[in-house]
């Protein structure tokens, strides 16, 4: 089964820019999406198929995906970007396309 | 702007079967242009999608939990529905139900409800 990998924890100071990385076998065929997630909260769609931004949320979310990393970029982080994010991708090499998440980074802003 | 929402038993016993419901509203389950979907997510870790269902009645499960999940929907009452067999303390997890949007064979979760919390547990 296809496997995202994203690093646990990533940590930046307030007006910084923040980028989380989510790493996969040839991740730039597939198009990734990415969820914001804050304590006690439903994730929320931030970018979807690599790059496109949902409205309502900010021009300072933006991604990228090529190769086997896809990234989220955080530009001039604020407090209230500190949540949870994840990756996800559709693994459609079997008769079933399956869904895959990414396991996670938290977002520390200092 | 559609909404989601969950509902169903907090509290369930080992062995026996979750079963909970979200109810759409602002939109219908019947449009062809989503499927609609269950994830889950255990206290403190990431997120399990459990399956999907389409309009028609078309499903897809992951295939850890296939053997023991069933998602089902109701168009008259707009409505869909998941249940889990033979529940363990694994099972204890918060479930959200989500809308998949497809275009142009891109398809990702959004919106989420807000999320139900059940535990196993006798």
């Known amino acids: 089964s296809y496997v995202l990998t994203q690093p646990p924890s990533v940590s930046v100071a307030p007006g910084q820019t923040a980028r989380i990385t989510c790493g996969g076998n040839n991740i730039g065929s597939k198009s990734v999406h990415w969820y914001q997630q804050k304590p006690g909260q439903a994730p929320v769609l931030v970018v979807y198929d690599d790059s496109d931004r949902p409205s309502g949320i900010p021009e300072r979310f933006s991604g990228s995906n090529s190769g086997n990393t896809a990234t989220l970029t955080i530009s001039r982080v604020e407090a209230g970007d500190e949540a949870d994010y994840y990756c996800q991708v559709w693994d459609s090499s079997s008769d079933h396309p399956e869904v895959v998440f990414g396991g996670g980074t938290k977002l520390t802003v200092l | 702007q559609v909404q989601l929402q969950e509902s169903g038993p907090g509290l369930v016993k080992p062995s026996e079967t979750l079963s909970l419901t979200c109810t759409v509203s602002g939109g219908s389950v019947s449009s062809g242009s989503y499927y609609w979907s269950w994830i889950r997510q255990p206290p403190g870790k990431g997120l399990e999608w459990i399956g999907y269902?389409?309009?028609?009645?078309?499903?897809n499960y992951n295939p850890s939990l296939k053997s023991r999940v069933t998602i089902s929907v109701d168009t008259s009452k707009n409505q869909f529905s998941l249940k889990l067999s033979s529940v363990t303390a694994a099972d204890t997890a918060v479930y959200y139900c989500?809308?998949?949007?497809?275009?142009?064979?891109?398809?990702?979760?959004?919106?989420w409800g807000q999320g139900t919390l059940v535990t196993v547990s006798s």
């Open positions: 989500a809308r998949i949007t497809m275009v142009q064979g891109v398809r990702w979760f959004d919106p």
């Open positions: 269902i389409y309009y028609s009645g078309s499903t």
